[in-house]
């Protein structure tokens, strides 16, 4: 079996040296030696159990990945970079035709998918990597096109806990915001209430201490004008294997439609889990 030729960029970051551990570890995949990050890193290189990863600043960039190029066929990028890095970074890779798993949130998001509309490519991008979470998503779809204004009239309160180092307010949430707008409920994503002081997260939210530097956790509550009915939604996810693992699935189905000449094209997580039989 030829495996499929991975580059995870955003190393040394902690959701970027997650995937690269996964890679490593499934046969399905190569994992390439090198990593596009930020100009912020300092160090050079990032090592693995068993590799040893050049670390790629931009200034370097273009030259590495066009000697990248003459060794290697083709190869799907993951970035888990940074949300102010996500739009260039598109162009980047679009511009140099190299097929992408964008994992990282933020940015103009419809821009993005312009950016690989445009080009010879396609990609899959999505705020969230986790099969299971965004199957909750896709019900949340499919209630809100079936059940418009279901919830028209009641209070929405949205709570979401990360990691100190996650930038930007979760796109999942924001996600699931659009969802609950289109149910009735007037709600703006600056309403989102974020978490991200290690002592609250352990003291007020109860979430266990050996996550407080990986997690994602989610409540999403509706209230009844008249207060006598209450719904709760809740997603809480300690660690990051669970998006690490589906991004390995997100890869391997990239590579399918690569293989079937798909060009120009943006799958979501969604069209990940319907094409893998999940």
Not at 6 to 35: K, Q, T, W, Y
Not at 210 to 220: A, D, L, N, P, S
């Amino acid at each position: 079996m030829n495996r499929i030729k991975v580059m995870v960029n955003g190393l040394p970051g902690n959701m970027a040296a997650n995937v690269a551990r996964h890679v490593l570890d499934d046969e399905r995949f190569e994992l390439i030696p090198f990593s596009l990050t930020g100009p912020e890193i300092i160090e050079k290189e990032y090592a693995t159990s068993s590799l040893q990863i050049r670390l790629v600043h931009p200034g370097e960039r273009q030259d590495i990945i066009n000697e990248i190029k003459k060794r290697e066929d083709s190869f799907i990028s993951i970035d888990y970079t940074h949300p102010s890095a996500v739009n260039s970074n598109a162009e980047f890779f679009c511009s140099n035709s190299l097929p992408f798993v964008m994992g990282t949130t933020g940015g103009d998001r419809n821009k993005l998918a312009e950016t690989v509309f445009s080009s010879g490519i396609c990609a899959i991008i999505s705020p969230n990597m986790a099969k299971q979470i965004v199957g909750f998503q896709a019900m949340m779809e499919y209630a809100a096109k079936t059940f418009p204004d279901l919830f028209r009239g009641y209070s929405l309160t949205v709570k979401e806990s990360h990691q100190k180092g996650k930038a930007d307010t979760s796109g999942t949430a924001k996600t699931i915001v659009g969802y609950f707008n289109r149910l009735g409920i007037p709600f703006t994503e600056q309403e989102i209430s974020m978490e991200r002081d290690p002592e609250r997260q352990k003291s007020v939210w109860g979430i266990p201490p050996e996550f407080i530097k990986g997690h994602g956790w989610h409540t999403y509550t509706l209230v009844s004008d008249d207060k006598t009915v209450k719904f709760e939604f809740s997603h809480n996810v300690n660690g990051r294997d669970i998006y690490a693992k589906g991004t390995l699935d997100a890869i391997f189905f990239l590579d399918t439609k690569i293989k079937e000449g798909v060009k120009g094209r943006v799958f979501s997580m969604i069209d990940v889990l319907q094409g893998s039989g999940i």
